[in-house]
């Protein structure tokens, strides 16, 4: 069940989020929507299930009542799930039945159905196989466009969330010694997250000296040092269902005057970015802004990823702050700007805050300074 400090999403708006699927598949010409776990069904029932080889499956259909598909041995989860706990109908399948072709049996025919974008290929495969002459399309299409306009609500869980992370990177600086492993310090991070209140770690990205390099780098066991920048991307996910996501760099002692250099031009970019969300700004000019302030500095070649992705019940989902992505930005939409800059074989920095586009500007979630922060040896 999903929590954003003691409250709960209502059972309307589910109602409402599964009618505007039908809606958007009706007015596609699409047959029925097949929804399994993951995300998209959390988004539609708050039925949080796990995805297994069983097959579970919401159907959305434009003009008959949602159902949901459960293995038996689900059935007791799925009743206490918001969308069984309000009476709606849940059939279930026993270990002998198949339940694709129970699937098909409450579908009319349809020449289109669109699939959950995370649904397995397996399961893809078999809908195919008892849908003969159906040909299918990704649900996202259709999906996506509402889970990327936040409600107050989920605006509020995010805002939890990036409080919680907050104070887990106040944490860090103490966490940060000579000679402990990358590994040793996100492991006491990764406790740190689950302490401030989530209920889930995603991932703990300590990548220090050279490692922070690599955007994506993990941990190792590369041992502590002085002068070590530590770029730590750190992200859990809370009792709401809700993501953090939050980048900062640290030092160990004090940085050299070439890295120093570079941060500045980092945090004037990062914070350029940021001033640039409002409506009616295209994705792609929140990328192109960042950039161009690295690029002005020389180091824009450096920067060698998108400059953000939208965040809510997936850490990464749409939009994406990319160049090429000409979609306008409305109230409503959450996302991170995160440059970087990534020197091979010496070192590398990013900035990462979440910001919600309000009505007249960008809404910061994340609180703790950007500045390169240093910690005492
Ligand atoms: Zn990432
Ligand atoms: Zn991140
Ligand atoms: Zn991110």
Same mark, same amino acid.
């Given at each position: ?251 160990? *002692?004090?940085?050299?005057? #070439? ?5 500045? &031009? +980092? =945090?004037? %970019?990062?914070?350029? !970015? ?5 409506? *009616?700004?295209?994705?792609? #000019? ?5 950039? &161009? +302030? =690295?690029? %002005?500095?020389?180091? !824009? ?77």
């Amino acid at each position: 069940m999903f929590y954003c400090g003691n409250v709960q999403e209502s059972f309307q708006t589910y109602l409402d989020r599964m009618l505007r699927v039908r809606e958007g598949l009706e007015s596609r010409s699409i047959g029925a929507a097949l929804i399994t776990p993951g995300p998209d069904l959390a988004y539609l029932t708050g039925y949080e299930a796990v995805p297994l080889e069983r097959l579970t499956c919401l159907v959305l259909q434009p003009h008959f009542e949602p159902i949901l598909v459960v293995p038996l041995l689900e059935e007791a989860a799925a009743r206490v799930s918001p969308f069984g706990a309000h009476g709606l109908p849940i059939i279930t399948w026993s270990e002998v039945d198949d339940p694709f072709s129970i699937v098909a049996s409450h579908l009319n025919g349809p020449s289109v159905v669109a699939v959950d974008d995370h649904m397995w290929a397996s399961k893809v495969l078999s809908f195919r196989s008892v849908l003969r002459g159906a040909d299918q399309v990704l649900a996202g299409t259709v999906i996506s466009p509402l889970r990327m306009r936040k409600s107050d609500y989920e605006i509020d869980c995010l805002r939890e969330a990036a409080a919680a992370i907050d104070r887990v990177h106040a944490l860090v600086p103490a966490m940060l010694r000579i000679g402990r492993t990358e590994r040793e310090v996100g492991q006491e991070i990764a406790r740190a997250i689950i302490s401030e209140g989530h209920i889930r770690v995603d991932f703990t990205i300590v990548a220090s000296g050279p490692n922070g390099a690599s955007p994506h780098h993990e941990v190792s066991d590369r041992v502590l040092t002085a002068g070590d920048p530590i770029v730590v991307d750190i992200g859990g996910t809370m009792p709401s269902g809700y993501r953090s996501d939050c980048t900062r760099t640290y030092v160990l *002692g004090s940085a050299s005057p #070439e890295y120093r250099e570079h941060y500045d &031009a +980092l =945090l004037e %970019a990062q914070i350029a !970015g940021v001033n640039s969300v409002r409506p *009616g700004v295209p994705c792609e #000019e929140i990328d192109r802004v960042p950039r &161009a +302030l =690295l690029d %002005a500095h020389g180091i !824009g070649k450096y920067f060698i990823h998108r400059t953000g992705h939208g965040i809510g019940l997936e850490t990464h989902e749409d939009p994406y702050m990319v160049e090429g992505n000409d979609m306008v930005l409305e109230a409503g939409m959450a996302f991170s700007v995160e440059p970087g800059f990534y020197i091979p074989n010496q070192f590398g920095a990013r900035i990462e805050d979440i910001v919600v586009c309000g009505t007249d500007g960008p809404i910061v979630l994340n609180h703790q300074p950007r500045e390169l922060i240093q910690v005492e040896v």
